[in-house]
């Protein structure tokens, strides 16, 4: 049975931005250690197991959340993510936390940009409007042709438009496929894939960094159920917006743990992003209610 519960699927939200934080935390201590490759693979194989046991209680059980009519789109959405996650760690490492979040937060706008070739989606004239104003904080972010713009701030700009391509991907399978089935498909796929790359990169931890990594494997399913019970309780429109806290929460342990700077143009350039972001989101909201 579908239901609303705005303030409490608020709550599960910003509790799945926390925990998304503090993964992206453990990851960049974890990465600056070890291969990128390698803590992400270990990262997949709890990942794996964790939609496995889901799927296993869905409705239909394993054999209903294997079944799909587009097996090469829904392996390539999970290989895409698993690039993307590579990519955004390694993010964390050149940049830290605040700068490549704040770049990241771009990706709702590649999506409504994007939505139009991909999906054939209609884009108004108001959504073109708030993805010029992202572009705009995109560039007071990166500040090109200042002497000072780094190359490694493609790094999360480059992630964004991968999990941009993949959520498309993700509306596009949803015509034909059950959410179960895409993310059994999301989870599998990547783990595979990760496993086939990641162990040429395998090298030992300290029993220390194994708990950190432990840490990591539960924060991300904890994230994972958490968006799973958000998305059960409430309308992905009423909650959508407040994912942008994982940009405030990853900022402030950046500044508290990794000593990282809060530089003015960051924050201004993020604020429009944001800005933009949610009009852009809210207008989706509109034309949904609207059919």
Same mark, same amino acid.
């Given at each position: 049975?579908?239901?609303?519960?705005?303030?409490?699927?608020?709550?599960?939200?910003?509790?799945? =931005?926390?925990?998304?934080?503090?993964?992206?935390?453990?990851?960049?201590?974890?990465?600056?250690?070890?291969?990128?490759?390698?803590?992400?693979?270990?990262?997949? +194989?709890?990942?794996?197991?964790?939609?496995?046991?889901?799927?296993?209680?869905? !409705?239909?059980?394993?054999?209903?959340?294997?079944?799909?009519?587009?097996?090469?789109?829904?392996?390539?959405?999970?290989?895409?993510?698993?690039?993307?996650?590579?990519?955004? #760690?390694?993010?964390?490492?050149?940049?830290?936390?605040?700068?490549?979040?704040?770049?990241?937060?771009?990706?709702?706008?590649?999506?409504?940009?994007?939505?139009?070739?991909?999906?054939?989606?209609?884009?108004? +004239?108001?959504?073109?409007?708030?993805?010029?104003?992202?572009?705009?904080?995109?560039?007071?972010? @990166?500040?090109?042709?200042?002497?000072?713009?780094?190359?490694?701030?493609?790094?999360?700009?480059?992630?964004?438009?991968?999990?941009?391509?993949?959520?498309? @991907?993700?509306?596009?399978?949803?015509? !034909?496929?059950?959410?179960?089935?895409?993310? &059994? +498909?999301?989870?599998?796929?990547?783990? #595979?894939?990760?496993? @086939? #790359?990641?162990?040429?990169? +395998?090298?030992?931890?300290?029993?220390?960094?194994?708990?950190?990594?432990?840490?990591?494997?539960?924060?991300?399913?904890?994230?994972? &159920?958490?968006?799973? !019970?958000?998305?059960?309780?409430?309308?992905?429109?009423?909650?959508?917006?407040?994912?942008?806290?994982?940009?405030?929460?990853?900022?402030?342990?950046?500044?508290?743990?990794?000593?990282?700077?809060?530089?003015?143009?960051?924050? /201004?350039?993020?604020?429009?992003?944001?800005?933009?972001? /949610?009009? =852009?989101?809210?207008?989706?909201?509109? !034309?949904?209610?609207?059919?």
């Amino acid at each position: 049975m579908s239901q609303n519960n705005a303030p409490l699927g608020i709550t599960l939200m910003i509790a799945t =931005t926390f925990v998304f934080a503090m993964q992206d935390g453990i990851s960049q201590h974890l990465a600056r250690e070890y291969n990128v490759m390698m803590v992400v693979m270990v990262r997949y +194989w709890f990942f794996a197991a964790f939609v496995i046991a889901v799927a296993a209680r869905a !409705k239909g059980g394993l054999r209903n959340a294997v079944r799909t009519e587009q097996p090469k789109v829904q392996i390539f959405r999970g290989v895409l993510l698993a690039t993307e996650i590579c990519v955004m #760690v390694q993010g964390f490492v050149y940049l830290g936390l605040i700068e490549s979040h704040a770049v990241f937060a771009c990706y709702p706008l590649l999506i409504a940009a994007l939505s139009g070739p991909v999906l054939g989606e209609q884009v108004g +004239w108001r959504r073109w409007a708030a993805i010029g104003v992202g572009f705009i904080g995109m560039l007071i972010i @990166l500040r090109p042709g200042t002497g000072v713009f780094s190359p490694y701030a493609l790094i999360p700009l480059g992630s964004a438009f991968m999990f941009a391509l993949y959520g498309l @991907l993700t509306r596009f399978v949803a015509r !034909k496929d059950s959410a179960a089935t895409s993310f &059994f +498909w999301t989870g599998v796929s990547g783990a #595979v894939v990760m496993t @086939l #790359v990641g162990v040429a990169f +395998w090298e030992p931890m300290s029993r220390v960094d194994w708990a950190w990594m432990g840490l990591l494997c539960v924060t991300g399913a904890g994230g994972h &159920f958490l968006l799973i !019970k958000t998305y059960e309780v409430s309308e992905v429109s009423t909650v959508q917006p407040f994912a942008y806290l994982q940009l405030v929460f990853a900022s402030m342990l950046g500044l508290a743990i990794f000593s990282e700077e809060l530089r003015i143009n960051v924050v /201004i350039g993020a604020s429009l992003i944001v800005a933009a972001g /949610i009009f =852009t989101l809210l207008r989706e909201r509109a !034309k949904v209610r609207r059919v």
